[in-house]
C-alpha cells in the first residue's frame, strides 16, 4: 500500500490503511488501547475516514481529538459545508471520548447527540479541530461534549452525546 493508498488528506495518513477493527481487539483491549493502536497504526481507520478527510489524532482517558479538512465535495446548496459533515466529526469524536473510559470487553453505541452548528464551515476554513471529553461515565451510560474550532481557535460548533455502554460480547454475537 502507498503513502496515497493511506491519506486521509495532506497532512494525516492512516499509517495501516482503512478497515474495521477485529471484535475480539475489544476483548482484548481497554477502549483507550484500541483507540492509540489505531493512531500508532497497529489497526485499521475506519473506511470512512478517508472519505470524509477526518481522523483521529490524539487520545488520553475520558478524551478524543479528531481533526479535519473541510472540501468543496462536503458543500450543501448553499454554499457551506453540510452540518452533517460537522456532524460526523462531532459525532466521532464525542464516542471516542467514551471509548477511552471503557474497560476490556466493553462496548459502547450512540443513542443520541445534539449538534449546535455556531458559524458556517467554508472549504477554505482549512483544517478544523473536534476536542470531546468524557462528562459522565455510569455502568452502562456515557455522556460527553465537544467543540469545533478552525486553526483560529474561532468555534464552529458545540455537541453533546448520549452512549450506551454494553459487553462486547454483543459485537461478536452478531454474524
Given at each position: 500500500?502507498?503513502?496515497?493508498?493511506?491519506?486521509?488528506?495532506?497532512?494525516?495518513?492512516?499509517?495501516?490503511?482503512?478497515?474495521?477493527?477485529?471484535?475480539?481487539?475489544?476483548?482484548?483491549?481497554?477502549?483507550?488501547?484500541?483507540?492509540?493502536?489505531?493512531?500508532?497504526?497497529?489497526?485499521?481507520?475506519?473506511?470512512?475516514?478517508?472519505?470524509?478527510?477526518?481522523?483521529?489524532?490524539?487520545?488520553?482517558?475520558?478524551?478524543?481529538?479528531?481533526?479535519?479538512?473541510?472540501?468543496e465535495e462536503y458543500l450543501n446548496p448553499?454554499?457551506?459545508?453540510?452540518?452533517?459533515?460537522?456532524?460526523?466529526?462531532?459525532?466521532?469524536?464525542?464516542?471516542?471520548?467514551?471509548?477511552?473510559?471503557?474497560?476490556?470487553?466493553?462496548?459502547?453505541?450512540?443513542?443520541?447527540?445534539?449538534?449546535?452548528?455556531i458559524r458556517p464551515i467554508l472549504p477554505?476554513?482549512?483544517?478544523?479541530?473536534?476536542?470531546?471529553?468524557?462528562?459522565?461515565?455510569?455502568?452502562?451510560?456515557?455522556v460527553s461534549e465537544c467543540r469545533v474550532?478552525?486553526?483560529?481557535?474561532?468555534?464552529?460548533?458545540?455537541?453533546?452525546?448520549?452512549?450506551?455502554?454494553?459487553?462486547?460480547?454483543?459485537?461478536?454475537?452478531?454474524?
Amino acid at each position: 500500500m502507498t503513502t496515497a493508498d493511506n491519506e486521509i488528506y495532506p497532512g494525516l495518513s492512516a499509517p495501516s490503511g482503512f478497515g474495521i477493527v477485529p471484535g475480539q481487539a475489544f476483548h482484548d483491549h481497554s477502549g483507550l488501547e484500541v483507540l492509540r493502536m489505531i493512531i500508532a497504526g497497529e489497526l485499521p481507520a475506519p473506511p470512512m475516514s478517508k472519505t470524509l478527510s477526518l481522523g483521529i489524532v490524539e487520545v488520553d482517558e475520558g478524551r478524543a481529538v479528531f481533526k479535519g479538512m473541510p472540501r468543496e465535495e462536503y458543500l450543501n446548496p448553499v454554499g457551506t459545508i453540510h452540518g452533517g459533515w460537522t456532524a460526523t466529526i462531532m459525532d466521532s469524536a464525542l464516542a471516542c471520548s467514551i471509548q477511552t473510559v471503557l474497560r476490556k470487553g466493553e462496548a459502547f453505541t450512540t443513542t443520541e447527540f445534539k449538534v449546535n452548528l455556531i458559524r458556517p464551515i467554508l472549504p477554505d476554513t482549512g483544517e478544523v479541530t473536534c476536542e470531546a471529553k468524557v462528562v459522565s461515565r455510569g455502568r452502562t451510560i456515557g455522556v460527553s461534549e465537544c467543540r469545533v474550532v478552525d486553526s483560529r481557535g474561532r468555534m464552529m460548533a458545540f455537541g453533546t452525546e448520549t452512549c450506551s455502554i454494553f459487553p462486547a460480547t454483543r459485537m461478536t454475537e452478531r454474524k
